[in-house]
């Protein structure tokens, strides 16, 4: 059984956040909450209440507690740019980007090993 979480439009740029989702991959959930939540960055925190709500799915779900669960797949992809533009030199006008960012993680239990 896999339980899924989703976020949309993530006021932080994939490219920031990529490397951040890639230390929780394959993880156990509990590791994954404990290690976003000490993280001293900001854009953190949608991740971690990406992973606490999966985790939260799976608890209201199956009954299934955090310790017991495996990050299977999260990723991030893009979302829309907003685009404006800045003064640039000599009269010129610099297009500026704001990136945003779709998120999702599916969460699945750990397989128990039979002796």
């Known amino acids: ?51 606490a709500s999966a985790a939260a799915n799976a608890r209201n779900l199956r009954d299934i507690a955090p310790d017991a669960l495996v990050i299977k797949d999260i990723r991030v992809d893009e979302g829309p740019a907003v685009r404006s533009y800045k003064p640039g030199a000599m009269g010129r006008a610099a297009l500026q980007r704001r990136r945003y960012s779709h998120m999702k993680v599916v969460v699945e239990p750990i397989e128990q090993k039979e002796a």
């Open 1 to 51: 059984m896999q339980f899924v979480a989703k976020t949309r439009y993530i006021r932080y740029s994939p490219y920031k956040l990529r490397p951040l989702v890639d230390v929780v991959r394959g993880k156990n959930v509990q590791y994954a909450l404990a290690w976003l939540g000490t993280c001293r960055l900001k854009k953190a925190e949608p991740i971690l209440k990406m992973v």
